[in-house]
């Protein structure tokens, strides 16, 4: 998949029209058909969800994919569902969003040298993207992080799916990406040389598999998030 967007912009807009992978297609496409019975009455965004935040950011946060009806109803990451409750309210308390809550795409939210992403744009069945489509995708956030290249300083990755998509992207990107690829934990941090230094780190994804048992804290949410705006130039 060639991709031409010369800006993030531009990239956002090509994303949101993206057909490339069938089956991610047919489900964001059917979910937003059916609905939820609490969301009847809503219009599903039902497309490719883009990345949010400012183009010059020096921090980024990576996911998996949108949810059902979270991302793919509202059209943007991680707004409309408990994941991002979860972590706006982490985002805000460290000085990183401008509210902590993130309901629409027109709710005023702003974030503060930071740019959410995901390796995948679609929401996938089950929340399960195949390898396949997560290569696929992957050409997305390669040309996403070339265009931050500039600013980018520090990455945040939630969860395992999210680091094991982003350790090859970065590696082609030429940033050197230790061999065997270090591997997913929570509290990890790695310091990769390349276009500039980059500060790797991990965190447990925000779902609520980790938050409502209390394998993801908060506290913990907000330890990695402030140690990032650190390394990342923002606080």
């Avoid at 991709?3 to 949101?16: F, G, H, K, N, P």
């Avoid at 069945?125 to 931050?148: M, S």
Wanted: glycine content about 10%; charged content about 20%.
């Amino acid at each position: 998949m060639v991709i031409t967007a010369r800006t993030l912009a531009e990239l956002d807009r090509q994303v949101s029209e993206c057909r490339a992978c069938p089956r991610l297609v047919e489900w964001r496409e059917h979910v937003a058909e059916v609905k939820r019975a609490s969301y009847a009455s809503e219009t599903y965004w039902g497309r490719p969800v883009p990345g949010f935040g400012p183009p010059d950011a020096s921090l980024a946060v990576v996911g998996l994919a949108p949810a059902a009806h979270g991302g793919n109803r509202t059209g943007r990451m991680f707004t409309g569902d408990r994941s991002g409750d979860v972590l706006f309210q982490a985002l805000y308390d460290v000085g990183l969003a401008s509210q902590p809550t993130s309901v629409r795409r027109d709710d005023g939210l702003t974030l503060r040298g930071t740019r959410i992403t995901a390796p995948v744009h679609c929401a996938p069945p089950d929340n399960k993207p195949t390898p396949a489509e997560r290569d696929t995708c992957g050409a997305w956030l390669a040309r996403e992080l070339d265009l931050l290249k500039p600013t980018l300083r520090a990455v945040v990755v939630l969860g395992g799916f999210g680091w094991q998509a982003l350790l090859p992207v970065l590696a082609a990107a030429g940033w050197a990406v230790p061999r065997p690829r270090p591997r997913f934990g929570h509290g990890v941090h790695l310091l990769l040389e390349g276009p500039a230094d980059l500060h790797l780190l991990g965190c447990y994804h925000v779902s609520q598999q980790n938050t409502f048992t209390g394998r993801l804290t908060p506290a913990m949410l907000r330890e990695i998030f402030a140690k990032a705006a650190s390394l990342a130039g923002l606080n």
